[in-house]
């Protein structure tokens, strides 16, 4: 126990040591020079530095014009996806109206006599049974064409 508790003993240092260590004939020029030295290399890394940013900001307009590039392109693809899913909703609408035209039972008219008027009396003597079906086709060749 007690051996983990020891400090290793260090020698304090002589004065002569540390006086060989020091140089004793430091100039004042040295030392200009070195100061000069270290400015020198802390003005160099700063324009590198400065080099660096703009570097960095270019990149940063780039990729903001890269965006909003790609922003508009999206705005575009969803105005014609929009635009398709209406003519497709469009499509299905008829589609269901010729369906249901297909479907819905036609009045029979056999019962009328074709060459008989259906409104006598009123002016309207020329329309017939026959006269109104070939409107109807002709309206129906009309809405296909048109839609």
Do not use: C
């Not at 890394?45 to 080099?51: A, D, G």
Request: proline letters at 5%.
């Amino acid at each position: 126990m007690i051996g983990r508790n020891r400090q290793p003993y260090i020698k304090p240092q002589s004065s002569e040591q540390t006086k060989s260590t020091i140089p004793e004939n430091s100039n004042s020029d040295d030392i200009s020079t070195m100061i000069v030295d270290t400015l020198k290399l802390l003005s160099k890394n700063i324009e590198n530095t400065k080099q660096s940013l703009k570097q960095l900001e270019e990149k940063f307009e780039y990729m903001e014009e890269r965006q909003r590039k790609l922003e508009d392109q999206l705005g575009r693809y969803n105005t014609i996806s929009n635009i398709a899913d209406s003519d497709l909703s469009n499509i299905r609408n008829e589609l269901k109206m010729l369906k249901r035209d297909k479907e819905s039972p036609q009045p029979s008219v056999t019962n009328y006599n074709t060459k008989d008027p259906i409104m006598e009396g009123t002016g309207f003597a020329s329309i017939t049974p026959a006269y109104l079906r070939s409107l109807q086709n002709k309206w129906n060749y009309m809405f296909a064409v048109t839609h």
